[in-house]
């Protein structure tokens, strides 16, 4: 079975609030999953379950194939790093990243080895007699990652491990932490609010919203062919442009009649198109530009459509607006998404 | 902003220093009787504040010929069981109130603080009667529940226990040895620690007993060296339970000693002066230690290390 991870109709309550709703997914031996959300959606208590640190409320949480869902934390060779380091303030880094050795009974000879080659993976070698204070945030966050690594567990968990660190130092630490798991092999499950590290950082990300899995699948599937409107107005930096229309078998129209598209979807239906993929500078389509941003790469329209509805659209960087602040633009058929107005499901499969 | 103007600082310094002569002179009014023979003091015809040559004497004296030195033994076994079974109690009962989740533990803190509005004073009689015979209660429930009378039925007696623990040195100490004060002190210094920590301890292996002396401890010295020696103090001084409590001299601790002092002879002028002498005799090392420990204390009380 190897280190897979199984929920099974997971589900949990906190005096009779639903949090996480009978949720089941499979986690592969050795996968770099992601659980991204936001704030509020259960990924920190699904996280905490899996650990061991919360009681799950219904439902099996298997790890290797073995039913783990009762048992204590250091029975189910999870390790964990925690979103404000959580060091042992009182100890050297060294006591700190052997503590867990310790408490199993690992014997000194051997503990000082581990200690000395987990500090080695985290390049922290020369800081071993520190106190976690006199330490940056950085490093503080290699003790938490040695600490976690030490014990080899099967299990790595990230509960928001970068979101103290300056952007600048969270870049580095998104690379290390890639290398990382690639030389662990662990099973890393990476909990985050932020959406660069889950689709940069993850082989697969679990979009949860309101204790829920709205998608469950590859950065690229997520980010190409997302499956709920959640997905698509969640993934993507502007999101998803989302408009409802009517499709009559041929066009999709807005409802002032405007022809949008060309497709064969018959009857109401929301569209989606990424803001990045709509055609400038030609097409049938004109709107009027009501705010512009240029970011050197490319820029950033915001336009209004005739019904009222307002877009946005990342077009290359110069592009020549018309007169009148006019802009023509186009819907390339292949890059259009459909989704169901009533359930948010995606509808062109 | 640094205050540049000196009249602030010299008015300041006026105010502390008036602070300090008012603090101070009962002291030094202590010390310069101590040094008076009784001679003196009665031909003076009360307390003079001129310097006499017999405070070696009257130390000595005190050390010597007076039950003092062997109370002062006492009163550092009261004051430090007091202090430490203050100390343990609140602890380990803030870290059951802080770290575990509990429907009741918001009542059972309020119980816990309700306690500080009875003071021993108050149930004194009380106290004495249930020190007297530990086993009271047992009795009372035996009485209350009809064993007793089963037990006179069938085996001819009834059960009475009788355990008196007045004059020993836990009949003195457990009854002042409560205290909640230092739960809310405990209290908010746990709650002032990275809440992941008890459970990064648990990840690491840790449990609930093992996460309280390898962590929660030695994080929590400088509260605990504060509050104890808080305790301590507070043992060290207290007067009327020992008063009651303890009847053979040696069992007594200073302080009570202290009072006996003054009331030796009853148509005798006090011994002022010796009584002074003693008074500085049993509070050297309370003074001493706050002087060693002052900033620890500061420090502990403020939780300003983390």
């Known amino acids: 079975m190897g280190n897979t991870i199984e929920l099974d109709q997971v589900s949990k309550a906190f005096d009779g609030k639903t949090v996480i709703d009978s949720l089941s997914a499979a986690f592969e031996d050795g996968e770099f999953v992601a659980i991204l959300g936001p704030s509020g959606c259960g990924k920190s208590t699904m996280l905490n379950m899996i650990a061991g640190l919360e009681r799950v409320s219904a439902g099996r949480i298997l790890i290797g194939g073995a039913q783990v869902q009762d048992s204590p934390p250091k029975d189910r060779g999870c390790a964990m790093v925690f979103q404000n380091y959580a060091l042992y303030p009182h100890m050297a880094v060294r006591d700190n990243i052997g503590y867990a050795l310790k408490v199993a009974g690992v014997p000194k000879l051997e503990r000082e080895r581990r200690i000395v080659e987990a500090a080695r993976i985290v390049e922290l070698g020369d800081y071993l007699d520190r106190r976690p204070s006199a330490l940056s945030g950085g490093q503080r966050q290699r003790v938490a990652i040695a600490r976690a690594i030490v014990r080899e567990p099967k299990v790595l968990l990230f509960d928001e491990p970068l979101s103290n660190l300056d952007a600048k130092l969270r870049h580095g630490m998104r690379m290390e932490l890639s290398q990382l798991h690639r030389r662990i092999g662990a099973t890393s499950i990476f909990v985050t609010h932020d959406q660069i590290e889950a689709m940069t950082l993850a082989d697969r990300v679990m979009l949860l919203n309101a204790g829920r899995i709205e998608q469950f699948a590859t950065p690229h599937d997520l980010y190409h062919r997302p499956a709920t409107t959640f997905v698509a107005g969640f993934i993507g930096a502007p999101p998803m442009n989302l408009m409802a229309v009517e499709g009559d078998g041929a066009t999709l129209c807005l409802p002032d009649g405007t022809v949008l598209a060309h497709h064969a979807h018959r009857g109401p239906v929301t569209l989606g198109i990424r803001p990045e993929k709509i055609a400038t500078g030609r097409g049938a389509l004109t709107a009027k530009l009501l705010y512009r941003e240029d970011l050197g790469s490319h820029s950033s329209l915001l336009v209004r459509l005739p019904g009222g509805q307002t877009i946005q659209i990342a077009s290359p960087f110069g592009t020549e607006i018309g007169a009148l602040d006019e802009i023509r633009f186009d819907f390339p058929a292949d890059q259009i998404h459909l989704f169901d107005q009533k359930t948010g499901h995606r509808a062109d499969t | 902003m640094i205050e540049t103007n000196g009249g602030i600082n010299r008015t300041a310094s006026i105010i502390l220093i008036a602070g300090i002569i008012f603090i101070l002179s009962p002291l030094a009014i202590a010390l310069l009787v101590a040094t008076q023979s009784y001679e003196d003091f009665v031909a003076a015809g009360g307390i003079s504040l001129i310097p006499g040559r017999h405070l070696i004497d009257n130390i000595a004296h005190i050390a010597l010929e007076t039950n003092l030195p062997r109370q002062v033994l006492s009163s550092i076994i009261i004051a430090t069981s007091v202090s430490a079974i203050k100390c343990a109690f609140a602890f380990t009962a803030t870290f059951a ?126 509260p605990l060296i504060a509050t104890f020696i808080f305790w301590f103090i507070g043992g060290w001084t207290s007067y009327l339970w020992p008063l009651v409590a303890a009847s053979s001299s040696d069992m007594q601790p200073a302080i009570v000693g202290l009072s006996r002092l003054a009331t030796s002879e009853q148509d005798r002028i006090p011994e002022v002066p010796m009584l002074m002498a003693g008074a500085l005799f049993v509070s050297f090392l309370p003074v001493v230690l706050i002087a060693v420990m002052q900033r620890r204390i500061v420090k502990g009380l403020n939780l300003s290390e983390k």
């Not at chain 2, 004073?121 to 064993?147: H, K, R």
């Not at chain 2, 205290?179 to 809440?195: A, E, G, M, N």
């Open chain 2, 97 to 222: 109130l802080v770290f575990f989740d509990c429907r009741w533990s918001k009542l059972i803190f309020a119980l816990t603080i309700a306690t500080v509005m009875l003071p021993l004073e108050l149930i004194v009689v009380t106290t004495y009667q249930v020190v007297a015979n530990v086993a009271m209660p047992f009795n009372w429930l035996v009485d209350l529940t009809g064993l007793g009378f089963l037990m006179e039925r069938l085996g001819g007696v009834a059960p009475h226990l009788e355990w008196n623990l007045l004059d020993t040195y836990v009949g003195i100490a457990a009854p002042i040895a409560t205290s909640s004060t230092s739960v809310f002190i405990y209290r908010q210094f746990f709650l002032s620690l990275p809440r992941d920590l008890p459970r990064a301890a648990a990840m690491d292996g840790a449990g609930p007993i093992r996460f309280l002396i390898d962590i929660l401890l030695p994080l929590s010295k400088t």
